[in-house]
């Protein structure tokens, strides 16, 4: 009599088994496929700036007057020639427009422009940057109203502009069109209203809409990037305290900026701030109070009391790690 081990061929027990198991691991293995499709999925969504384009039911009795246009670094300069590189500088990655007007119309009355800046920092950066200047329009984390044509906003990665154009387009309905569709664009956009924590670093005490982010060369310095920065008119006029992310390359930074600061006026050690600090003078900056704590780089400039300047620093390198 030949006895078969069990599992082996012609086990028909043992087969189901078998089959249960194998069944376990096609399951398990479509599951984890099925998770990865729907994060690649919605990673695409929220990647996409067209998503954020209003539907042109957002304004009763309106449409699309043409297909929306994508637009990438290869040819950002056809849709904003004179701005391309400052809006580069960001870290745009693409931009979607689409052109918005009543059914009867045969050209475009509003243009809705989404520009995909990659995080809420280099949103708000850009934002910052050239943006500011008018009235709030209550729509996203942060509006403005420019002129008689414009609002603007940005909620979390993304930079919407909206433009009445044409002769005679801003007419208290088209205004109120224009806002529809940008407050329809925003609630397209996951996500709160929080500003990025970086700018929450930033101490109380500063004039509202002063507050910045400057990705690259800050006061020109090249070693002084990935800087936030607001106005303190507690220290005196014009002064700003700035925080820059600076890194492994911190203590570089700082002696290189100490190193600047000391070929134009006097330059004296602190101590209590931070991991080193110093303070400078000259006919510039005036008072301007330097510390380095961990990756980052702290300062006040153009500060009347060099006293209140410190504390001032001392209070945001403290919030630091």
């Given at each position: 009599m030949i006895t078969r081990p069990k599992g082996a061929a012609g086990d028909t027990t043992a087969a189901p088994f078998r089959a249960m198991k194998g069944d376990a691991?096609?399951?398990?293995?479509?599951?984890?496929?099925?998770?990865v499709l729907i994060?690649?999925?919605?990673?695409?969504?929220?990647?996409?700036?067209s998503s954020v384009l209003p539907p042109a039911t957002s304004v009763p009795g309106w449409k699309q007057t043409s297909p929306p246009r994508t637009y990438t670094s290869s040819n950002l300069w056809d849709l904003v020639n004179g701005e391309a590189d400052?809006?580069?500088a960001y870290g745009f990655i693409s931009c979607s427009h689409g052109e918005y007007g009543p059914k009867t119309a045969q050209r475009p009355v509003v243009t809705v422009d989404v520009y995909d800046m990659g995080t809420p920092?280099?949103?708000?950066?850009?934002?910052?940057s050239s943006d500011r200047g008018g009235t709030s329009a209550g729509v996203g984390t942060e509006s403005v109203r420019i002129g008689s044509t414009g609002l603007n906003f940005w909620k979390g990665r993304y930079l919407v502009r909206t433009t009445l154009i044409g002769s005679g387009a801003a007419t208290p309905a088209n205004k109120s069109a224009q806002t529809a569709l940008a407050r329809a664009a925003a609630g397209r956009?996951?996500?709160?209203?929080?500003?990025?924590v970086e700018i929450r670093r930033l101490p109380s005490g500063y004039q509202a809409g002063t507050?910045?982010?400057?990705?690259?060369?800050?006061?020109?310095?090249?070693?002084?990037?990935e800087v936030v920065v607001a106005r303190y008119p507690s220290l005196g006029t014009g002064s700003e305290l700035f925080i820059a992310k600076t890194g492994s390359a911190s203590t570089t930074a700082f002696r290189r900026y100490k190193e600047f600061l000391g070929r134009r006026g006097t330059v004296t050690p602190l101590t209590g701030v931070g991991n080193e600090a110093f303070v400078s003078a000259d006919r510039y900056s005036g008072n301007t109070v330097v510390a380095r704590k961990g990756g980052y780089i702290v300062g006040a400039t153009r500060a009347r009391n060099p006293a209140q300047a410190k504390a001032l620093v001392s209070k945001a390198a403290q919030g630091l790690q």
């Open positions: 691991n096609v399951t398990l293995r479509f599951s984890r496929f099925v998770a994060v690649l999925a919605t990673t695409s969504v929220l990647a996409a700036p400052a809006i580069m920092l280099n949103a708000f950066g850009l934002f910052s956009i996951p996500g709160g209203t929080a500003k990025p507050e910045k982010y400057v990705r690259r060369n800050y006061a020109g310095q090249s070693f002084l990037n």
